[in-house]
């Protein structure tokens, strides 16, 4: 995940429901490939967002970061508020929501689930998700039809998230969802997986869930259209 | 825009896999159907059914797999799978084998319901 060129994301407040939250900003000259919005909370300390942001740039996204624990921890509704904030901001850039992806890290792999199932966006990701059980009752209700693309991310130890809550929610979401859906489970490591570690099993966690990650952004994220392509495109309406 | 509307796969069919004196306890074999299914006895001669294929890299677990207990051992990686599961338990498997029910009638016929 180390960048070449470290770009130092901009920082703002977005005023919203009489509320402050702190967005990072972080945008790329040219023609970037997509656009991607982070979404972190409490529990998911040690996560280095700039150096999330720096890498999804790599890989030619944008991308748009906030702590939606900030200020208080935030319910669903108002999470999902503070996202619809995030993009809109990305919306002023020309991104549709096919061109944006999800990344949502512990409360914000939460939020990242339920706004999945009810926008389309171009991806979604949750990483150590918290409140599995609720969304397998959910899912099991038929409440969670996904309408974006999910990878479910989760360490095989963490006590919040046992296997069999995990297993429940790959079946309810296969059974529920017409969407694709993915679960991946990494054994030996807590839900702070992704954080980089000298330790083997814990490093080829954090190595293969960040490979796991951008590859989910770029088989399913819509790309923006190049100069090149859009002309091609305005010829291809005139000859008809 | 909103998501074309898709087809659920709900449907679940019943079926014939084989007799039970076809498959040793202990051992496995892969069904080949579309997709293959491997199906396992164990050493108490309990059935149990998974999606065939290693979801680390693509192999035959019913054919090439290492049976031991409850645990298949996929021979290419090492990946190793608990059968009544499903749930990948090693490196560098991490997605979870599709289990299927199996069922055996009166006449040990074994069928897998999928």
New interface residues.
């Given amino acids: 995940m180390d960048a070449a060129v470290r770009i130092e994301p901009k920082l703002t407040d977005l005023w919203l429901d009489g509320r402050t939250m702190r967005v990072a900003t972080l945008h790329l000259g040219g023609v970037p490939r997509g656009a991607v919005v982070l979404l972190r909370g409490a529990g998911a300390t040690g996560l280095d967002v700039f150096e999330a942001m720096n890498g999804l740039a790599e890989h030619g996204y944008e991308s748009v970061a906030a702590d939606l624990a900030a200020g208080g921890a935030p319910g669903d509704d108002d999470a999902l508020r503070s996202l619809e904030a995030l993009v809109e901001l990305l919306g002023r850039r020309g991104w549709t929501t096919e061109q944006i992806g999800l990344v949502g890290y512990g409360p914000g792999g939460r939020i990242a689930l339920l706004a999945a199932a009810t926008t389309t966006f171009g991806a979604a990701v949750s990483i150590d998700p918290d409140g599995v059980a609720d969304i397998v009752a959910r899912a099991a209700a038929g409440g969670l039809g996904m309408r974006t693309p999910w990878l479910g991310m989760f360490g095989r130890e963490e006590r919040a998230t046992p296997a069999r809550a995990v297993a429940e929610l790959g079946h309810a979401l296969s059974t529920s969802s017409p969407m694709y859906t993915q679960l991946v489970s990494y054994p030996g490591v807590t839900g702070h997986f992704y954080q980089e570690s000298g330790e083997a099993v814990a490093h080829a966690a954090a190595f293969d869930s960040w490979q796991r990650i951008v590859e989910w952004l770029n088989a399913r994220v819509v790309p923006r259209p190049t100069p090149l392509a859009e002309a091609w495109r305005l010829r291809q309406l005139m000859g008809q | 825009?909103?998501?074309a509307?898709?087809?659920?796969r709900?449907t679940m069919e019943r079926r014939f896999a084989c007799l039970v004196g076809d498959l040793e306890s202990g051992s496995s074999m892969t069904l080949e159907w579309e997709p293959p299914v491997a199906l396992y006895r164990n050493d108490a001669g309990e059935f149990y059914a998974t999606s065939d294929t290693c979801t680390h890299e693509h192999w035959s677990l019913g054919e090439d797999g290492d049976l031991e207990g409850n645990e298949v051992t996929c021979p290419l990686h090492l990946a190793r799978f608990d059968i009544r599961?499903?749930?990948?338990?090693?490196?560098?498997a991490?997605?979870?084998l599709r289990t299927m029910a199996v069922e055996v009638d009166e006449d040990e016929k074994v069928y897998v319901v999928c």
């Fill in positions: 825009m909103a998501p509307p898709l087809e659920k709900n599961t499903g749930e990948a338990l090693c490196f560098p991490t997605v979870a």
